[in-house]
């Protein structure tokens, strides 16, 4: 196959940025619950996953400016991107709503990442390999942290299994995006080196609906609803998201700690 | 979410293979399974343990203050209890 060169170091970087995003926004959400999660142990639990993604988001973005160049770097690319430049997957930037829904929302993609990384593991891209090895033993960990949550809102009082109940209603159109590829990472995907994330979707069907049925849960098939992360198209929260996360270094750019 | 309905968690941690878990303190947690990531995120976190214990503090028996008459004082006043008690002969000096 022929191939040119500067257009796959560019739809390359795009990728690793892809996911440096999805990490960074989720992890960013996540810490919103910082010193305000139901009680302290919970709350030194979630902020750890928050932590967990925020340096996931580092070592991408880290690889990202390497392959940018231009003195690009870790964090110029966290805060001086606008929205329309992010490109991570609208479920990761969801605000956390109450309780049920931040653990549904993060079980859902907890689920996503174990599988999605234990394939980036195989990619052939050796920086993407490492960072997806290392990572998914994070992620296992999350899985294992929100799988009880479930069955305990759906086991727990009447109020906790209504709320898990709308929060399975509510995230509903924004599951069918996580399948979703888009052109460039389906070339990549091609390439050895993206993971096709459409093959997840029956795995990760199967891993919640076998979950679902246990809990005695509605599990509705997943429909493509919305879309438009990997192209820069957001729900209205990103926006308001990143104004807390970049206003220190748009109001004083190169501030250091 | 009401912590006074969540149960209490007592956590003994083994800092390294081959030394014992010592308890470390305790916390609030739902199940025992969440005690023990709970524990995991609380107490080991920057790699202080490789072995997490995690017991419901209800199913501790535990001596009380009141006991200390009978279980402790009558001990200190056995000397012969102790090997310190007894003289050796030179001939086991090293023992």
């Known amino acids: 196959m022929i191939t040119n060169t500067n257009t796959n170091t560019e739809i390359l970087t795009r990728f690793v940025m892809s996911l440096a995003d999805d990490s960074l926004v989720l992890g960013q959400r996540l810490t919103e619950l910082c010193s305000s999660a139901p009680y302290l142990e919970e709350d030194l639990a979630i902020s750890n996953v928050a932590l967990d993604y925020i340096g996931r988001a580092s070592m991408f973005y880290k690889y990202a400016a390497e392959l940018t160049g231009e003195g690009s770097t870790e964090d110029s690319l966290a805060f001086f991107r606008d929205e329309r430049q992010y490109t991570n997957l609208l479920i990761n930037e969801l605000p956390n709503g109450d309780f049920a829904f931040t653990l549904l929302k993060q079980y859902y993609i907890d689920v996503f990442n174990c599988l999605y990384l234990e394939q980036l593991s195989q990619s052939s891209d050796q920086t993407l390999s490492a960072i997806a090895l290392k990572t998914l033993k994070e992620s296992r960990y999350h899985l294992k942290r929100s799988i009880p949550w479930i069955r305990q809102l759906a086991g727990g009082t009447e109020e906790s299994l209504h709320r898990l109940e709308l929060a399975i209603e509510e995230l509903h159109s924004f599951i069918g995006e996580m399948f979703v590829m888009s052109d460039w990472e389906t070339q990549l995907s091609n390439d050895g080196i993206a993971v096709d994330r459409a093959s997840l979707q029956s795995l990760w069907e199967e891993q919640v609906s076998t979950l679902f049925k246990e809990c005695a849960l509605n599990y509705s098939q997943t429909e493509i609803k919305i879309k438009g992360g990997r192209d820069g198209i957001h729900t209205e929260h990103l926006g308001h998201l990143l104004t807390e996360l970049q206003f220190i270094q748009r109001s004083h750019p190169g501030l250091e700690w | ?95």
């Not at chain 2, 956590?11 to 609030?28: E, K, P, Q, T």
């Not at chain 2, 000397?79 to 023992?95: K, Q, S």
């Open chain 2, 1 to 95: 979410m009401n912590q006074e309905k969540l149960a209490v968690y007592e956590v003994f941690v083994r800092s390294a293979r081959g030394l014992d878990h010592i308890h470390v303190g305790s916390l609030h947690a739902e199940s025992p399974d969440h005690a023990l990531m709970y524990a995991r995120d609380v107490y080991i976190r920057r790699s202080e343990g490789v072995s997490i214990w995690v017991v419901e503090q209800t199913n501790i028996t535990a001596s009380k203050e009141e006991d200390i008459a009978q279980f402790v004082e009558p001990m200190d006043d056995k000397d012969y209890r102790h090997a310190t008690h007894f003289v050796l002969p030179d001939e086991v000096n090293n023992m």
